[in-house]
């Protein structure tokens, strides 16, 4: 079995296809914190944005500044098909475990 | 518009390699222009960009305070527990093993956070943040561990041959030095509160001198990073 994703990885990955051409650092860190319902530490996705990209699941490139950030530059993300085909995998990987059983789990009596 | 503090922006810039430090700091900037200091205030979007700061700090370099942190705790656990005659169970490690190792391990790893900070940031400077932030971690960490560890410390220790013996010393000397005229080495002096001024003294000299071994060993490893560049396409800037 390939490497799983974690679960941070994955709302990463998935929150840069839903932002699509706006998938810039601030964008990805708040709608990764809006999906996990909790503040997330811009540290924290930027970290993974690199591990990510060192494993060639993601590419990048830079954009243009605003004015509201003093004119510095934006790098877009995008998933890259290595990234899609290991997304399948952990999806593919969780559903196989959680099969046979109906949520919400209960405690025997 | 407003500007985080100049700080902690400044420190942003010596963390971040150089191909993110363009593009992560005007994330932030952008955050805290937009959404921070309108939901939050000023003070409160000023914490928070601190606390950005601070975890990009520690996901970047916390492992190198780890060693030091784990020899003040296996150190602090061998003092305090010592055998019934007041020896400690290390006595018989030779003495070159035991006694060098604690600041011969804190020097290892400021040079090397030094190095590592330079080469990651391709600038001195970030060595120099790099070796300073691992010195605060671990000053923190004792402070922390200290003061946690006081009571249940103090109760094994004034039991003991050894602690009983150095607590009477410290405080039953004849004229014992005043400290901005406050010294807690009275004769009347308790064994918990000797413990605690003991320990906040630990806590100032100690921290004094880890701050100095840190500026001194970062700012060497930053160097000894430059040297290294020359073999690296990019170079650092001696900032």
């Known amino acids: 079995m390939a490497d799983v994703l974690g679960s941070f990885e994955q709302a990463v990955l998935l929150a840069i296809i839903r932002l699509d051409d706006r998938a810039y650092g601030r964008a990805i860190l708040n709608e990764v914190a809006a999906r996990l319902e909790r503040d997330i530490a811009a540290g924290a996705v930027q970290a993974t944005l690199e591990r990510l990209e060192r494993k060639g699941l993601v590419r990048s490139t830079l954009g243009s500044g605003t004015p509201i950030r003093d004119g510095r530059a934006r790098r877009f993300y995008s998933v890259s098909a290595a990234g899609l085909r290991e997304l399948n995998e952990a999806r593919t990987t969780h559903d196989t475990i959680w099969r046979g059983f109906a949520r919400p789990l209960k405690a025997r009596p | ?239």
């Open chain 2, 1 to 239: 518009m407003s500007n985080p503090p100049a700080l902690p922006q400044a420190l942003l810039h010596l963390l971040l390699p150089v191909d993110a430090r363009e593009t992560v700091s005007g994330d932030l900037l952008e955050e805290y222009r937009e959404a921070r200091i309108p939901a939050l205030g000023r003070l409160r979007a000023n914490l928070w960009y601190w606390r950005q700061v601070g975890g990009i700090w520690l996901r970047a370099y916390w492992w190198f305070a780890v060693p030091i942190v784990f020899l003040l705790v296996v150190h602090d656990i061998f003092n305090t527990f010592r055998a019934p005659s007041g020896a400690s169970y290390l006595d018989r490690l030779p003495t070159l093993a035991v006694a060098p190792m604690p600041p011969l391990v804190a020097v290892g790893v400021f040079v090397l956070a030094g190095v590592y900070g330079s080469w990651r940031t391709r600038r001195r400077a970030g060595g120099l943040v790099a070796a300073v932030g691992t010195f605060f971690v671990v000053w923190l960490f004792m402070g922390v561990w200290w003061n946690a560890t006081l009571y249940p410390f103090a109760q094994a220790q004034q039991s003991n041959p050894y602690w009983i013996q150095a607590w009477q010393w410290s405080t039953h000397r004849a004229h014992p030095p005043s400290f901005f005229g406050f010294n807690p080495d009275t004769p009347d002096e308790t064994f918990l509160r000797w413990m605690f001024w003991d320990n906040v003294g630990g806590l100032f000299f100690l921290g004094i001198s880890m701050l100095t071994a840190s500026v001194v060993c970062g700012s060497i490893g930053g160097a000894l990073a430059v040297i290294a560049a020359r073999w690296r396409p990019a170079e650092i800037h001696k900032s």
